[in-house]
């Protein structure tokens, strides 16, 4: 396999992607809107496959996860008891001479100078200007910056504004967790869950990023994929430890390298996290965050209970024991994991004295599993027989294409770079040529091109064989 230089790797991803169906810029024909991508036909499918195999591991394979899907909008009070409304800002500044807008904490962390969330306005100043000269304008060079502004993250939107009336607008999410603790009370009451059991979402959050960046990493529009567990106050070390290593395993799972993954612990806590690790990918500009998991005590619930006035204390069914259960969250931006995973399989070298570029891609997370293709096209007979196997085939497998554009070296190409692990031929063998091959086909296989005779009758079998695995 050619090394691919990692400069070049992010332009060449962007550029697959586009060109075949799995993301675009919103509104492309008009010019984009900075941080807002659309999922083409094939992305969609790979976004669904990612966020099936998150649905199964954090619900079904669980027996004390419960499934939530809540409502973006939300009482203004809550993102003011969430500290959003105050506290959800980056620091901004501007270059002086070109007006490019930069986030100051960022560009001191790509020197090496952390700035603390918990900073005020004054000491990040402090600290951006003993460091101004290291730091450079990404567009014009320059170093001569105005001084940083604290920026609110939180959208706002006029829901509900119909007459000005004042107070505090209501948000799009900053966050989709917020939906779960909200939903907390609601889910103790309607499904008598025993501590310790977990709410598992998957929910948009939109953030007025000041410099949305890199393709899918950083959007101003984005999907997180959340889990909150509730466990019994002071019983979080074991079970952090333990989903720290759930989630990586899991990531590998879907076929991620685990040498471009790492845990890496937050060198600033919150005030009230006992806590806080990242997952990290090594993304085509070096390690950066996937997935948050932070063990965040008893917080969350208890400033929903101040700013609600509800008790939000679990009771201990058999005890009667009354308590505000402490949270272990994790947190996945989707459109992380998708640019993880593309990063992760894409890679390019030579078949058939041909330069190739391939996904190699799990076949349970890959958007195509099976394309079917007649050998040749004008074969009247061959078109038959490959469209009655691909329609048997699809009925059991759905992410299935048939596929007779083209001779087959360019079918396997096109292929190849959506990540389709097995190509299906239907030729004149499988017709009766050879009486001894009746009713077989020729499965290929995308990573070695290897190609296999396998009875007609057993290609779904085959293939559910694959995907499961
Ligand atoms: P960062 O430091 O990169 O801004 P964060 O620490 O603010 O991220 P969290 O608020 O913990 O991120 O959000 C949880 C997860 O949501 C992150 O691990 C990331 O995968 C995803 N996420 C956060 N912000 C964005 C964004 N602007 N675009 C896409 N995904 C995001």
Excluded at 218 to 247: G, S, V
Excluded at 380 to 393: I, K, Q
Aim: aromatic share 10%; glycine share 8%; hydrophobic share 40%.
């Amino acid at each position: 396999m050619a090394d691919i230089e990692q400069k070049d790797l992010m332009e060449k991803i962007v550029s697959l992607a586009k060109r075949r169906g799995f993301v675009y810029r919103s509104s492309d024909i008009y010019g984009g809107l900075a941080g807002v991508y659309d999922f083409g036909p094939r992305g969609v499918e790979l976004l669904n496959n990612l966020k099936r195999a998150w649905w199964q591991a954090n619900v079904y394979d669980k027996e004390n996860y419960y499934g939530l899907d809540a409502g973006m909008f939300k009482n203004p009070r809550v993102w003011e008891a969430s500290g959003h409304t105050s506290g959800f800002s980056d620091p901004l500044a501007e270059c002086k001479k070109c007006n490019t807008r930069i986030r100051v904490d960022k560009a001191l962390e790509a020197i090496g100078v952390t700035a603390d969330e918990k900073m005020s306005e004054d000491e990040i100043n402090a600290l951006f200007d003993a460091h101004r000269a290291e730091i450079a304008c990404e567009k014009c060079g320059a170093h001569d910056f105005s001084r940083a502004k604290k920026f609110n993250l939180l959208v706002k939107s006029n829901l509900g504004d119909f007459a000005s009336e004042g107070g505090e607008p209501v948000y799009l999410p900053g966050e989709a967790c917020q939906g779960i603790y909200l939903d907390y009370k609601n889910i103790v009451d309607s499904m008598s869950p025993k501590i310790p059991f977990g709410i598992a979402q998957i929910g948009k959050a939109f953030r007025n990023e000041i410099a949305p960046r890199n393709f899918l990493f950083r959007c101003r529009e984005f999907e997180q994929a959340d889990t909150q567990l509730f466990i019994r106050p002071n019983e979080n070390k074991e079970a952090y430890e333990a989903l720290k290593k759930e989630h990586m395993a899991w990531l590998a799972s879907l076929g991620i390298r685990q040498e471009n993954l790492r845990l890496k612990r937050h060198e600033n806590l919150v005030f009230y996290a006992k806590d806080a690790w990242d997952i990290e990918y090594r993304f085509p500009w070096g390690f950066d965050e996937l997935e948050g998991i932070h063990d965040r005590s008893d917080y969350d619930l208890t400033q929903h209970q101040i700013f609600s006035g509800q008790d939000l204390r679990y009771t201990d069914p058999e005890t009667g024991e009354k308590y505000v259960p402490w949270i272990l969250e994790t947190s996945m931006g989707m459109g992380r994991l998708f640019l993880a995973v593309l990063a992760d399989a894409y890679r390019e070298d030579e078949m058939g004295g041909e330069a190739r570029v391939y996904l190699a891609l799990a076949p349970k997370i890959a958007p195509v599993k099976a394309a079917v293709f007649p050998l040749l096209k004008n074969k009247p007979e061959l078109v038959a027989e490959a469209r009655e196997l691909y329609a048997a085939l699809k009925k059991e497998i759905p992410q299935i294409v048939f596929d007779d554009n083209g001779n087959i070296g360019k079918r396997y190409r096109r292929q190849d770079e959506i990540g389709t692990p097995f190509c299906i031929t239907v030729d004149f063998d499988t017709l009766g040529e050879k009486p001894e091959l009746k009713d077989t086909v020729t499965v290929r296989d995308r990573d070695t091109g290897e190609q296999k005779r396998v009875a007609s009758g057993e290609v779904a079998a085959f293939l559910r064989d694959k995907i499961r695995a």
